[in-house]
């Protein structure tokens, strides 16, 4: 974010929130895609309407809030707050007509491939198979309370019905998707029909309270403000009081079916003080119930891509990483990895002590447990669990818990910065002394993510960075002060400035006559500095390949770049989360791997870490990923100067099909 007086224009820059729709449009794209199947079809249409709910509930939060506290400041385009939130709410009510579009795409074809019909008027009646599914309706019909904003569960669908005379207006608060659907069996297995519980109460009112008038049912969905900063040091009181309060945030907009009456749109707006334009329409308000419709039908969960393969480490991690580093790229290589690594160590009577930070952990956390194990076996075992980490905060709570009665030490990291590197080091009992063996990554510490996010992770025994790894998590975990780093670099300590240099170091070799090249695969890119840098880089003969899966926030239409600057977006059954960088320096490539994205956030409100890939070995592999995802694919899409996605004319297929022979097979 840039003051008043330092801001860029439409014509070379891209709003950060209209970029981030731009993304959500290519996901909500595969939800159509020919080449996947009902259950990845259904998936994206799921991740499409969290990533919604999750953006209004952070993104329009801070813009509201800003726009309150700091009217004048405007964005990397010269948009004031103001601005932008009327931008934000036109795009997401355009985005949202066509979400419904694609949608019925998907229930047009569910009814062609999986003999699934998705009834929306009237037809229970004439089933005569739905008796027993039925039976959880009286349950639901419990719950109707007179309507109270402070019920409404944020984020989740709800009820809407009013009475017979109009007087009255209640509330039927759903917890989950699965409470919305019936599943009606059908003549053949799999087969049959699906209804929706708003639809079933309109043509079912006999199940009804007398009072209440069936065609006044309304299904909507309310977004809280969940964008108010964590006070103060982190822990696990505060932290359970501060998602208590989450629960009565003020509402920040509105999904409401397109069936709603002109009187039912009021009363939401009056009643959850929102102004109308914040109330969006939508015929299915939320699409993650189409990933419950199948869910029941399919028989297994998939599998990691290199599930199967061989336990790299042979004889053991220790042993082999005392020879040489290893780089673990998921889903190709396996997560097991790095639980076979965690699990050595917990059984290891040699091992001393493990410390490992932790931001997104899964419910039942194999990590955890292995932690847990190598607590009761007597290791000094010190996690440091980030627990402002959003939606997962909950979660955190739980293994938080978990860790500690086993005899494990949690920490919770410094006031005003999260932790998001991710570090596991093991120290053990060698002959000749103390020796360091360290992991880290580009992604969470979680078996379930790792099966559809791509992401690196470099095994190490180098003194060096083991010795900058215990520094560094001795100064997340809230002791110390700035660590001095010698191998890593890290956030909000030099990081940026690092690329900077790097960036620099090309153009610099490029005026030379050099060999100068970048090539960076990152999530997002907002950062004004890192942009302008880039953008002087390619204007001064560096072949810049930026590979930005999301929010890309300019577009390369300046005046000079020739065809140095290609930006490529990568969006497929994997969701690309790692982060890449090659750097040709004169011929010397460099590699480097991070958890941070180039965007503000990373720079300076989180402590974030850069590593070095040295291994001959583990550089090929990146060189493969970086090769494969620049040539483009029917994955792929191409950024042009006017702002707008375009398929890449590469080669055939899918890169991340491509990468999974190519890295599986690579040592």
Known sequence: MTDAGDHGSTEYYVNRELSWFSFLERVLSEGVNPRYGAEERAKFLGIVSGSLDEFFAIRLSTLLRQKKEFPELKDICG????????????????????????????????????????????????????????????????????????????????????????????????????????????????????????????????????????????????????????????????????????????????????????????????????????????????????????????????????????????????????????????????????????????SDPDVISIRQTLYRTGRESAVTDLLCRAAQNGKEVIALMELRARYDEERNLENTKKLIASGAKVLFGRAGLKTHCKLLLVERKEQGGIRRYAHISTGNYNEFTAKTYTDVGLFTASTGICDDVLSLFEYASGYGNKPDLYSLTASPFGLKEEFLRLIERERSNAGNGKAAEITAKINSLCDRDIIDALLSAAASGVKVTLIVRGICCFKPSRPGLNDNLTVLSVVGKQLEHSRIFRFRNGGNTEYYCSSADWMPRNFEGRIEVLFPIWDKSAQRKLESVLNRLSEGSIDTMKLTPTGEYIPTSGKTGSAQEDLTGLIGGMD
């Not at 290199?306 to 336990?311: G, K, P, V």
């Open 79 to 346: 948009f004031t707050a103001e601005e932008q939130i009327r931008l934000v709410l036109k795009r997401a009510g355009e985005f949202l007509g066509r979400a419904d579009h694609v949608a019925d795409s998907y229930v047009n074809y569910i009814k062609s491939s999986q003999e699934l019909r998705l009834y929306r008027d009237g037809g229970l009646k004439r089933q005569n198979n739905c008796g027993s599914v039925m039976s959880t309706i009286p349950s639901l019909i419990k719950r109707i309370v007179p309507f109270d904003p402070a019920k409404i569960r944020s984020e989740s669908v709800n009820i809407i019905l009013k009475s017979r005379d109009g007087a009255s207006c209640f509330l039927l608060p759903l917890k989950s998707p699965e409470e919305r659907i019936v599943f009606a069996e059908g003549d053949k297995p799999g087969a049959g029909t699906v209804f929706l519980l708003e639809d079933i109460l309109k043509d079912r009112g006999d199940l009804l309270p007398d009072y209440i008038d069936p065609s006044t049912i309304c299904v909507f969905k309310a977004v809280r403000d969940r964008d108010e900063i964590y006070p103060g040091t982190p822990d696990q009181k505060n932290m359970a009081n501060w998602l208590k309060d989450l629960e009565t945030a003020g509402f920040v907009c509105c999904i409401l079916q397109n069936t709603a009456s002109e009187d039912t749109k009021a009363f939401l707006a009056d009643t959850i003080a929102l102004s109308r334009d914040a109330i969006f329409e939508s015929k299915y308000v939320d699409l993650r119930f189409f990933s419950e419709v199948l869910k029941e039908r399919t028989e297994t969960a998939p599998e990691t891509m290199a599930e199967s393969a061989s336990d790299p480490f042979g004889a053991g991690a220790f042993n082999l990483l005392s020879k040489r580093d290893r780089l673990c790229c998921v889903p190709y290589d396996s997560f097991n990895e790095v639980l076979s690594f965690l699990g050595e160590a917990a």
